[in-house]
């Protein structure tokens, strides 16, 4: 009886945990990089942010910017949506061209992770 009882509870612990929504920050994205990418299934609906860099006369100051954006959804929510796929493309396409460029990959992440959020 009291197994039945546990069983039971870890049943309904596990269908709750599934039911319950999950927040935004937990999108799960699927991140390929180039001007062709291979999905593991179909995608549609293109969203895009450029970002661009720009130097000036000092060696310790550079300016950047998002200079375009292309939602593809008209709500809120789902556009926040985009946003965190899109932070995580850039965030890979970061760390994976600081290696490519010579840099260390825990000191790509570090340069993250330090980022002073204001």
Known sequence: MRTTMKRLAVIVMVLAGMLIPRPASLLDTEVRHGESPTWSGPAYGRYAV?????????????RAGVRKVEWQAEAKAKRRAEMLALRAAF????????????????????????????
Do not use: K
């Open 50 to 62: 450029t970002v661009v860099g720009y130097y000036t006369d000092s060696p310790n100051l550079a």
């Open 91 to 118: 965030l890979d396409w970061f760390v994976e061209e600081w290696v490519r460029e010579g840099g260390v990959r825990e000191d790509g992440v570090h340069q993250i992770l330090r980022y002073p959020l204001r």
